[in-house]
């Protein structure tokens, strides 16, 4: 299995730019999650979604975040526009059945 | 609210065991999970205790519960330097069963 896939690894913006992050699940899995990292704050979930559907998104911090997940293998996370704060290390994972959840590799974003 | 909290930082020599600790504040998490992030890879499952468990032993790691005190504790036995790396505690979420809360991480550090 080729475990989650994200796209691209590295991004750098200029800020008011729109940002968008890919993510592909592990094949089969039903629950799909997005997180930021920063130094600051941690790990903080933004979004997650069952079955293409969005269960909670409460931890997207304004309305310049979007997610979408079109279908089963794939799902977006957009910022627009992108501001220097956003600047962080944003991670998809999956699982299945909402039970282990497995990460991908993060798309480290820099807008400057 | 739900938090999850971990000392910062541990040095340890090469050979010798490691223990990381953690505690959580919700007694009701059914899962405890630990995963490793090597710097700049992504999140890696390393193993999981199920609530009404005491102990679990995997090779080298043993994890410890004490439901009690929420106090969970991962031994590496036979420290070596490829085990340097972030190590973050997380526990589910009652109130989102498939929701995660994440502590800030531990940084293992192994000398010769």
């Known amino acids: 299995d080729a475990g989650v896939i994200q796209s691209p690894r590295h991004e750098v913006t200029e800020m008011g730019q729109e940002v968008t992050l890919r993510c592909k699940p592990i094949s089969g899995h039903d629950y799909l999650f997005w997180y930021r990292q920063t130094m600051m704050r941690g790990l903080e979930l933004l979004i997650y979604f069952n079955n293409n559907v969005p269960i909670d998104d409460s931890g997207m911090p304004e309305d310049r975040f979007s997610a979408k997940m079109p279908n089963a293998s794939f799902s977006t996370l957009k910022i627009q526009p992108s501001e220097p704060r956003d600047s962080a290390v944003y991670f998809c994972?999956?699982?299945?059945?909402?039970?282990?959840?497995?990460f991908g590799p993060g798309t480290r974003l820099l807008v400057l | 609210g739900e938090d999850v909290e971990q000392s910062l930082f541990l040095s340890v020599r090469e050979g010798d065991s490691s223990v990381i600790n953690c505690t959580y504040t919700?007694?009701?998490?059914?899962?405890l999970y630990w995963y490793k992030q090597e710097p700049g890879a992504g999140l890696q499952l390393l193993t999981y205790?199920?609530?009404?468990?005491d102990m679990k032993q995997d090779q080298r790691l043993t994890v410890l519960l004490n439901k009690k005190d929420k106090h969970l504790s991962l031994r590496i036995a036979d420290t070596q330097t490829g085990d340097s790396a972030i190590y973050f505690c997380?526990?589910?979420?009652?109130?989102?069963?498939?929701?995660?809360?994440f502590g800030a991480g531990t940084r293992l550090a192994v000398h010769p």
């Open positions: 205790i199920f609530s009404n468990m």
């Open positions: 994972a999956s699982s299945f059945g909402g039970d282990t959840q497995y």
């Open positions: 919700d007694s009701s998490s059914t899962y």
């Open positions: 997380a526990e589910t979420f009652s109130g989102g069963y498939n929701k995660l809360i």
